[in-house]
């Protein structure tokens, strides 16, 4: 069989280990059979294999992030927590997890470029290769990105409802803290996760507006930051929090109608190339199709140019 083959069946069977950890369930991790609670005796080749996929693989995989880890630079690796960090560290997405799929991806894409490269040894099908490599290496690294935007979004999003429940909450008598428990308990999304994990950061003994700032730095999202320094600063001069609230949330709604605006304005443009490239034709042929077959009879006869 020729080498290619080999390389294609090596480069499925280094999928297969990370498929089958990602996709693996979550079981609940029987160690013992419930007869050793009744005082008896237990099969452990029985208990291990009770456990789930996901557990059993976790030795192979812990040894492959292990020499991911070594592989990867410190400053690669500094800006991959990052991104789990604004990607609001997804349980399913642990850094030891991406850092094995970046290495079998990689892996993949390398052993795929080569079986491609063998049968065509020109410079495009080189570039291709190195092209497979660096997409199967980075693709962890670009859906992280994803994620981060969608939060990010998503956090723009409810800023200002968040606001104004805030601002009616501490007009109401409650304080700043009490109010921003009760957004981050009644609300949803990651800006009440990010809401709630702040005030825990207050409940251990983190000052509050080092606890703001840890939130904007953690977000990285321009409007929240910009009500976190307007709050650091209204505490610092005295200044009512509820009069920042009322503010700010006004602020936040005129900016999100802003954004509404401006994608309303974009979808023209967006929208010309499916136009040109799809519709149009289209249209051509269905409005000037006849025209041109009946032109083709009169000027060369009944058979036309068209048939």
């Not at 399913?92 to 991406?98: G, P």
């Not at 605006?261 to 010309?272: D, F, G, L, S, Y």
Request: glycine share 8%.
């Amino acid at each position: 069989m020729p080498l290619t083959v080999y390389l294609s069946a090596a480069a499925i069977a280094l999928s297969v280990p990370l498929l089958w950890w990602s996709v693996a369930g979550a079981r609940a991790n029987k160690l013992v059979d419930r007869s050793v609670l009744m005082g008896g005796s237990t099969d452990l080749r029985a208990a291990v294999l009770q456990q789930s996929a996901q557990v059993r693989a976790q030795p192979l995989m812990g040894g492959l992030a292990r020499f991911a880890r070594r592989l990867t630079p410190v400053g690669w690796f500094e800006s991959l927590e990052h991104r789990l960090m604004l990607a609001g560290r997804p349980v399913e997405w642990t850094i030891e997890r991406v850092l094995v799929a970046k290495i079998v991806l990689g892996a993949v894409g390398l052993l795929l470029g080569f079986w491609l490269f063998a049968g065509n040894r020109t410079l495009l099908w080189l570039l291709l290769w190195g092209g497979l490599v660096a997409l199967g290496y980075f693709t962890p690294d670009l859906l992280l990105h994803s994620r981060g935007m969608e939060r990010r979004d998503a956090i723009a999003r409810a800023l200002p409802d968040t606001l104004d429940q805030m601002t009616i909450a501490v007009e109401a008598g409650l304080g700043f803290e009490a109010a921003m428990a009760r957004a981050g308990r009644t609300g949803q999304g990651p800006l009440a996760e990010e809401l709630v994990r702040t005030l825990q950061e207050v409940q251990i003994g983190v000052p509050r507006a080092k606890a703001l700032r840890n939130l904007a730095d953690r977000t990285e999202q321009a409007d929240l930051r910009h009500f976190v320094l307007a709050v650091v600063q209204a505490e610092s001069y005295g200044i009512p929090v509820a009069d920042v609230l009322r503010t700010q949330a006004a602020e936040q709604r005129v900016k999100r109608r802003q954004r509404a605006e401006e994608r309303a304005m974009k979808i023209p443009v967006k929208i010309i190339f499916p136009l040109i490239l799809c519709i149009l034709p289209t249209l051509f042929i269905v409005i000037l199709g006849p025209a041109a077959i009946q032109m083709s009879r009169t000027l060369f006869g009944e058979g036309g140019a068209f048939s």
